[in-house]
C-alpha cells in the first residue's frame, strides 16, 4: 500500500475537490453547467493587456534557460519601483521574490518561517491555501472572524483574545476573499498595533489590490516600515493570466531584523531554481499599464465593475438570501436560506440547476451558512445564473 503522509490528513483544498469534479461529470453527460466557482478572469474571455502577452510572446525564445533564482533583476525592478510609488520607500529589488505564483511564495514563506507548533493568525473565512500552507510548514492555524455584521472586517476583539504565545504571524488579506471587503486604513493601522505589540510578522496577501470599487486600497507594509513585512501580489487577477502563473514577495522591515530570514527564504527559492522565465518578462509592462489596466477593468463602465455591480444587484434581492456589498475583488458571499447547510446547498444547486458555486465552508466559515460565487462570467451568463440560483432558493425555502 503507498500510503500518503500523515501531515496530509488534515489538509484540503475543496475548490478543486468533490463539487468541480461532480460538475466534470455532469458536463460530460451533456448537462450545462454554470462555473461560479473559481477567480479565473481568463476562464471566463476576459483578455489580458496586449502589451503583456506581446512581450512575453517577444522573450519566448530568449526564455530557455534558467533563470536568477529570486527573478529577473528587470522584473524586480519594475516592482521595486511600483511599491516604491505606492509608500514602500526604502524597498530594493534584493528584497523582491518572483515565484509561480502567489501560491508558491505563500509556501515557501511559511516553511522558512515555522516552526513546529508556531501559531499563524488567518481571517476566517479566508483563503484556504494560507490554512493549508501554515499546516504543512508545521505550524497551526489560528482563525479570526470577520464579521458579515461590519461588511465582513475583521473582528479586532477577537482576534486580540486569539493570540497566545506561540503566535508568530498575522495574515491580512485586502481586498479579501471571499467576501470582497476593502479594509479601511483604521483596521490596517490595528493590525500594525497589534504585531508591533505581539512581536508578530505581518503577512499582506493583496493580490486583489486593483480590484477595487468605490474604496481605496492601502499596501499594509507601508504603516509599518519598523516592522518585518511580507506583502504578496501578482499578475493572476489584475492582469487576467492566472495560468502565467506569476506572483512575487516583497520583504520589507529593519535589514538587521529580516536578513536570517531573507537568507532562508533565498535557500527555499533555490531549491526549485527559478521561477519560469518566459511570463516574468510581462512584468515589467503589467505594471508600467497598471493605471490603465484598473480604469478598463473597474473604473465607470468597467467590465469587472459592471459585472460585480449587476451580479449584486440581483443576487442581494432574492427572497431568503442576503449579501453584504462587497467593494473588492471578483466574489459575492452571500447567505443561503435559513436552515440550509452550504455544501447542501451548493450540491443540489449544481445537480437540479446546473450552476456551480463553492461553499462558505471551503473557506474555513465554520458556520457553513453562506456560499462564494464568482463575478466574472459574461453578464448574459451571470443573469441566467442568478436566475437558477433565484429559483433554487425558492424551492428550498
Ligand atoms: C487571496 C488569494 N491569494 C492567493 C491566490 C493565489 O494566486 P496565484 O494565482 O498568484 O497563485 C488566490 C487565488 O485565487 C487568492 O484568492
Redesign the pocket.
Known sequence: MLQPATRLSHLSYE?RGALPRLADELEQQGRDIIRLH???PAAHGITPPPAVTDTVRHHLTASCGYGPTQGLPEARSAIASYYRDRGLTALEPHDIHI????????LLALQALLNPGDEVLLPSP??P??AAAVQLAGGTPVFYRCDEHSGWLPDVADLRSKISDRAVALVA?SP???TGAVWPIEILRTFTDIARHRRLVLLS?E??AHIVYDAQHTVLARLAPDLPCLT??????THCV?GF???WMALTGPHSATHAYAEAVTLLASLRLCPSTPAQHGIGPALRHIHRTETHLTGPGGILRQRHEDAWEALHGIPGMSCARPQG?FYLFPRVPPGHRDSTFARTLLREHGVLVAPGSDFRWDAADHVRISTLAAPQQLKEAVHRIAHHAATVS
Open positions: 475548490l473559481l477567480g479565473d515565484g509561480n505564483g502567489v501560491s508558491e511564495l505563500v479566508g483563503y491555501l494560507w488579506n479579501h476573499n471571499p496577501d493580490i486583489y504578496f501580489g501578482g499578475l493572476s487577477k492566472p502563473r506569476v506572483g475583488a
